[in-house]
């Protein structure tokens, strides 16, 4: 399990790490897949239910954060992007340069243009694709996964993925749904640069969504 001594220099190697792929570019957003809070995190938010609400009936509510999960990971994080110039931003309009929450489901409801949650998580392919014979779930999960990299490819252009030439094990595309999640996260940057997408909670904790048209 990692500690919050594992990610403390992470912030900064992150930054670095950007700033030499952009060429010169500034580096003003960064978008996190982790629940993220001004305060100590101990128990749901005002941000998960906003989320749940606004999105439960299309099967992208939260899981309710505790004080373990993400525990002080969350806020080595948000710590060590602060040193970095990176505030936590939980409102419009957006202060630069920020680091915000975002969370792919909801994301990927307009992303996809589709109005039910999108199934590719590798965890859950026995429960997502209980009627699918096993031998089968592999081929399931690369076309739910293909798809939405069709769709990030669209938006956000040069994304590549490395897809496998032959069946492997369900485990082996966990590092492809990493990365899809991380494209999605950055888009999720983009409308906000954008201006279309708006923060869902209050001053502590906000959860930054697209707006759907």
Same mark, same amino acid.
């Given at each position: 399990?990692?500690?919050?001594?594992?990610?403390?220099?992470?912030?900064?190697?992150?930054?670095?790490?950007? $700033? %030499? =792929?952009?060429?010169?570019?500034?580096?003003?957003?960064?978008?996190?897949?982790?629940?993220?809070? %001004?305060?100590?995190?101990? $128990? #749901?938010?005002?941000?998960?239910?906003?989320?749940?609400? %606004?999105?439960?009936?299309?099967?992208?509510?939260?899981?309710? *954060?505790?004080? +373990?999960?993400?525990?002080?990971?969350?806020?080595?994080?948000?710590?060590? =992007?602060?040193?970095?110039?990176?505030?936590?931003?939980?409102? +419009? *309009?957006?202060?630069?340069?920020?680091? @915000?929450?975002?969370? *792919?489901?909801?994301?990927?409801?307009?992303?996809?243009? @589709?109005?039910? #949650?999108?199934?590719?998580?590798?965890? %859950?392919?026995? &429960?997502?694709? #209980?009627?699918?014979? *096993?031998?089968?779930?592999?081929? $399931?999960?690369?076309?739910?996964?293909?798809?939405?990299?069709?769709?990030?490819?669209?938006?956000?252009?040069?994304?590549? =993925? !490395?897809?496998?030439?032959?069946?492997?094990?369900?485990?082996?595309?966990?590092?492809?749904?990493?990365?899809?999640?991380?494209? @999605?996260?950055?888009?999720?940057?983009?409308? !906000?640069? +954008?201006?279309?997408?708006?923060?869902?909670?209050?001053?502590?904790?906000?959860?930054?969504?697209?707006? &759907?048209?």
């Amino acid at each position: 399990m990692p500690t919050p001594e594992n990610f403390a220099d992470l912030p900064s190697a992150l930054v670095n790490a950007a $700033k %030499k =792929f952009l060429g010169g570019a500034e580096l003003v957003l960064v978008a996190a897949d982790i629940p993220l809070a %001004k305060s100590a995190i101990t $128990k #749901r938010r005002a941000a998960d239910d906003l989320v749940s609400r %606004k999105f439960g009936a299309a099967g992208c509510s939260t899981h309710s *954060p505790t004080a +373990n999960r993400p525990g002080p990971i969350s806020a080595t994080l948000r710590d060590g =992007f602060a040193a970095n110039g990176f505030s936590l931003a939980v409102s +419009n *309009p957006i202060a630069l340069p920020a680091i @915000v929450e975002t969370y *792919p489901h909801p994301a990927l409801l307009t992303l996809m243009g @589709v109005e039910r #949650r999108v199934p590719y998580k590798i965890s %859950k392919a026995s &429960r997502l694709w #209980r009627d699918i014979p *096993p031998s089968d779930r592999w081929l $399931k999960a690369v076309g739910q996964l293909s798809s939405i990299a069709g769709e990030l490819d669209r938006v956000i252009k040069g994304s590549q =993925f !490395i897809w496998p030439t032959t069946q492997v094990s369900m485990a082996s595309l966990k590092p492809l749904e990493d990365q899809i999640d991380a494209l @999605v996260c950055a888009w999720v940057g983009i409308q !906000i640069l +954008n201006g279309a997408a708006e923060p869902l909670g209050n001053e502590d904790a906000a959860v930054w969504v697209p707006q &759907r048209h």
